[in-house]
């Protein structure tokens, strides 16, 4: 079976969906917090992430390795260059600069453009000016 590949934080998604879902956590009126997955060398069955300390995990520890192993055999953590957390959730370019949003900097919202010498450039709480007390 071909793994779908996920981020980490759908990754970490999918397995508290599916916990939250099962009837004996539903019966008991817990929420099991789910850890963020990590990133691992595949291994053997070709997974490379694993999870650990799961919170308000106690009594339901079976439940959870059905379900990590069930999840496991179904995706595998993407890398960053295939969109993991490091990527911009906005499609722009990685490397800082985005043309298609107007900001050619990539990193100043407000365009101000330090290199002027006007520290505050477009900076939209200059007009509030702080009063001495």
């Known amino acids: 079976m ?3 590949t996920l981020n980490a934080s759908r990754l970490q998604s999918e397995v508290s969906r599916r916990l939250q879902r099962l009837p004996e956590i539903v019966d008991e009126g817990v929420r099991i917090a789910v850890p963020r997955p ?3 060398a595949p291994d053997a069955s070709g997974c ?3 999870m650990k300390h799961f919170g308000n995990a106690a009594g339901f ?3 959870i390795a059905t379900v990590i192993e069930a999840v496991r055999k ?3 953590l993407a890398d960053e260059a295939q969109g993991g957390e490091g990527s911009d959730p906005f499609g722009g370019d990685p490397s800082g600069g985005d043309s298609s949003s107007g900001n050619p900097s990539g990193s100043d ?3 101000s453009d330090p ?3 006007n520290a505050s450039g477009n ?3 200059a007009l509030f000016e702080r009063k001495p007390d």
Do not use: A, T, V
Request: proline share 8%; hydrophobic share 20%; glycine share 8%.
């Open 74 to 76: 179904e995706y595998n």
């Open 61 to 63: 520890e079976r439940l």
């Open 38 to 40: 990590r990133q691992q």
């Open 48 to 50: 490379n992430w694993s």
């Open 109 to 111: 919202p407000f365009g």
């Open 115 to 117: 290199s002027d010498g």
């Open 123 to 125: 900076d939209p709480f």
């Open 2 to 4: 071909i793994r779908k």
